[in-house]
């Protein structure tokens, strides 16, 4: 549920069957969140709010609502961009080397460039859309080989290094990336 606040912008509430009060956080996109109980209505939840605007000015690193705007129009243009690009990519590289994933996702998680699951799902984070060209390609190409090792192994290295000789150096490189959008 949003709620629509005159200083804060849009504050994300989230209904928590197991939260017995009522938290504060950030959201990736600099919104308040709150996570409140099932039982809390409007009434109580504006109530709370107001009791604790000091608190959270002082301590959550909010955006003002134009930022938070203008983050989402970034994001919806990435995700775009991702979409044209990123399914394709892997693809390419699957036909290439031979792998057989079961589907693509785009997340844009915020702390990880890429998973693979055991159900062969990879998901690629759109903000790869960010990072040149070779690095997104190890990424890819690092998901790809974890098809076939689930694990961070000798020979699950090898295998990436089989398809990205500098993938050392890729990794690297990567680490100067955040991939947060
Ligand atoms: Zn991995």
Not at 25 to 39: I, N
Request: charged content about 30%.
């Amino acid at each position: 549920m949003i709620l629509e606040d005159k200083e804060f912008g849009e504050i994300i509430v989230r209904k928590n069957a197991l939260s017995s009060g009522i938290k504060f956080s950030v959201s990736p996109s600099g919104r308040l969140q709150m996570s409140v109980p099932k039982y809390a209505g409007n009434f109580l939840i504006k109530r709370f709010l107001n009791s604790n605007r000091e608190l959270i000015r002082k301590k959550l690193p909010l955006k003002d609502p134009k930022t938070q705007r203008a983050r989402d129009t970034k994001k919806k243009i990435l995700m775009k961009k991702a979409k044209e690009y990123l399914p394709y990519r892997l693809e390419y590289y699957a036909k290439l080397y031979g792998y057989k994933y079961e589907k693509c996702r785009l997340s844009h998680a915020g702390t990880r460039w890429g998973s693979c699951s055991s159900t062969k799902t990879i998901s690629l984070n759109i903000g790869l859309m960010n990072v040149p060209e070779k690095l997104r390609d190890y990424v890819i190409l690092h998901e790809l080989a974890h098809l076939n090792h689930m694990d961070h192994s000798t020979e699950f290295w090898a295998e990436v290094q089989k398809h990205d000789p500098n993938y050392k150096d890729h990794r690297r490189r990567l680490k100067h990336f955040d991939p947060g959008v």
